[in-house]
């Protein structure tokens, strides 16, 4: 998906899921193995590809139930998916696209101000606050970029409307 070959993205992430539910399944009779952790960190990379497929792609996120997963494992991915989108705003900046930027930005800062909002014991929501910390670090370097991009595009405006007003 960084390659925004979504379609090959989407082949991928259906295997994936099949490969997922073999997991759950092999696993079902074995509570120690299935709830070890392997399977939450599994749900939790596979809730962060579909996530950042559906930011990139600018379509509808899908929802837990859609992706049938825990709703911890679906929390730390979003916070996941959150983090990733900052290889997305400096890809967008590179290329000049300041408004793409500042789209997937406000994505960044909106999935955080719904994850901090959430508060309830780390046993229960599988490390979801060391999660959002790392995404609230992730999303003020963010911010210092997009901010120094935005400002260095309108001072290059300003030079350039100078220098046509002088020819």
Same mark, same amino acid.
Request: some cysteine; overall charge negative.
């Given at each position: 998906m960084h390659r925004r070959e979504f379609d090959a993205a989407?082949?991928?992430?259906?295997?994936?899921?099949?490969?997922?539910? !073999? &997991?759950?399944? &092999?696993t079902a009779a074995h509570p120690d193995i299935h709830f070890g952790g392997f399977l939450h960190d599994a749900q939790k990379e596979f809730v962060?590809? %579909?996530?950042?497929? &559906?930011?990139? &792609? %600018? !379509?509808?996120?899908?929802?837990i139930a859609a992706l049938g997963v825990d709703v911890p494992a679906y929390l730390n991915g979003l916070a996941e998916a959150g983090s990733e989108l900052r290889r997305q705003v400096l890809d967008c900046l590179r290329r000049g696209d300041l408004d793409e930027a500042e789209a997937m930005f406000a994505v960044m800062d909106e999935v955080y101000?719904?994850?901090?909002t959430i508060d309830y014991p780390e046993a229960l929501t599988g490390g979801?606050?060391?999660s959002t910390d790392a995404l609230r670090a992730v999303l003020e370097r963010t911010r210092g970029d997009v901010t120094n991009a935005?400002?260095?595009?309108?001072l290059q405006h300003a030079v350039d409307r100078h220098v046509a007003d002088d020819a």
């Amino acid at each position: 998906m960084h390659r925004r070959e979504f379609d090959a993205a989407r082949v991928q992430l259906e295997d994936a899921a099949k490969l997922l539910d !073999e &997991a759950a399944d &092999a696993t079902a009779a074995h509570p120690d193995i299935h709830f070890g952790g392997f399977l939450h960190d599994a749900q939790k990379e596979f809730v962060e590809a %579909h996530l950042t497929l &559906a930011y990139v &792609a %600018h !379509e509808p996120a899908p929802d837990i139930a859609a992706l049938g997963v825990d709703v911890p494992a679906y929390l730390n991915g979003l916070a996941e998916a959150g983090s990733e989108l900052r290889r997305q705003v400096l890809d967008c900046l590179r290329r000049g696209d300041l408004d793409e930027a500042e789209a997937m930005f406000a994505v960044m800062d909106e999935v955080y101000s719904l994850l901090v909002t959430i508060d309830y014991p780390e046993a229960l929501t599988g490390g979801l606050r060391r999660s959002t910390d790392a995404l609230r670090a992730v999303l003020e370097r963010t911010r210092g970029d997009v901010t120094n991009a935005i400002v260095s595009a309108r001072l290059q405006h300003a030079v350039d409307r100078h220098v046509a007003d002088d020819a």
